[in-house]
């Protein structure tokens, strides 16, 4: 199962140049991502609008519209959305109840997704609030089974241990989980033996190896996301692309990096200044001959 993954898209209704720009470079690369991975589910692990969680019910109306149109997606294809804290507040500022029921209205899914043999459970640090495990499933018996229990989460888990991890960790039972909002390419391991983290490793920018990790070796791996929108001001922008084989027991994931875009930002405002000053040097030349031309007339008379 191809499993394809964004985060921090922070869509605005209101469209300037700059956000046009954004827009149509999100549009563009997503459908091109999109045909060359044939993913089977995409997920999206939050931070979908700027101002979700201060947005008017017009505003986020328009700013869930916008988001629809460019990252259109085929019906046959699972799509999951996680809220993250500029959808729902929670970093700064306490989640409203009123603005986490809007997002979950909006985007209508049950918490626990299952896509053949996989099962996704959607996990909400920002609200402390996770689903609950299937009562006939043997979470903990992973050899034996051909499922695998994915977490999905806006916010990382392993890095930022507490109750609220460990009953994740405990209750659901998760094989891999894939988080994002810190704006990189990570991977860390948990080794449940221990419980102490066993492998911590920054994916390199701009190199797609295939990374394949085992599902049955008692780790549990967490695998964090990059932002896909170079409004962010980070230079490393992203999707994330896991492939998950239940009978192999195995993940494979990489990171489909995205064209730098602030250098080519930077040529078109090198290029536009050039004919703008280029544009005003030949108008002023041309006045000038234009003048010298008039002043020669009138002296041969």
Not at 116 to 135: C, D, G, I, Q, Y
Not at 190 to 201: G, P
Not at 267 to 275: E, H, L, N, P, S
Request: glycine share 4%.
């Amino acid at each position: 199962m191809l499993l394809m993954l964004l985060d921090d898209i922070k869509c605005n209704d209101y469209v300037t140049t700059k956000q046009y720009l954004i827009s149509r470079y999100l549009k563009k690369t997503f459908s091109r991502a999109l045909d060359h991975s044939q993913p089977h589910v995409v997920a999206f692990l939050g931070d979908l609008m700027d101002e979700g969680h201060i947005a008017s019910a017009e505003k986020f109306k328009e700013y869930k519209k916008r988001l629809d149109s460019i990252f259109d997606t085929p019906d046959h294809i699972m799509k999951i959305y996680l809220p993250g804290d500029n959808d729902i507040g929670g970093e700064e500022d306490s989640v409203s109840f009123n603005i986490n029921n809007r997002f979950s209205f909006a985007y209508t899914q049950p918490d626990t997704l299952v896509y053949k043999s996989v099962t996704f459970f959607k996990v909400n640090r920002l609200t402390h609030t996770m689903p609950e495990a299937p009562k006939d499933a043997f979470l903990n018996d992973y050899a034996e089974r051909n499922t695998t229990n994915v977490v999905l989460s806006h916010m990382p888990l392993l890095f930022m241990p507490g109750t609220f991890v460990q009953n994740v960790l405990k209750e659901l039972s998760p094989q891999v989980i894939f988080t994002a909002h810190e704006h990189k390419a990570m991977h860390i391991s948990l080794d449940t033996a221990t419980d102490q983290l066993s492998e911590i490793w920054i994916l390199p920018p701009y190199e797609t190896p295939l990374y394949q990790l085992r599902m049955d070796v008692g780790d549990i791996h967490e695998v964090e996301i990059p932002t896909c929108s170079y409004r962010m001001g980070t230079p490393h922008t992203g999707y994330g692309l896991a492939y998950i084989d239940t009978q192999e027991k195995t993940v494979e994931f990489t990171i489909l990096w995205l064209p730098g875009r602030f250098p080519q930002l930077w040529i078109y405002i090198y290029v536009g200044a050039f004919i703008l000053v280029f544009s005003i040097f030949i108008c002023i030349s041309i006045y000038c001959l234009k003048n010298h031309a008039g002043y020669t007339r009138m002296s041969s008379i």
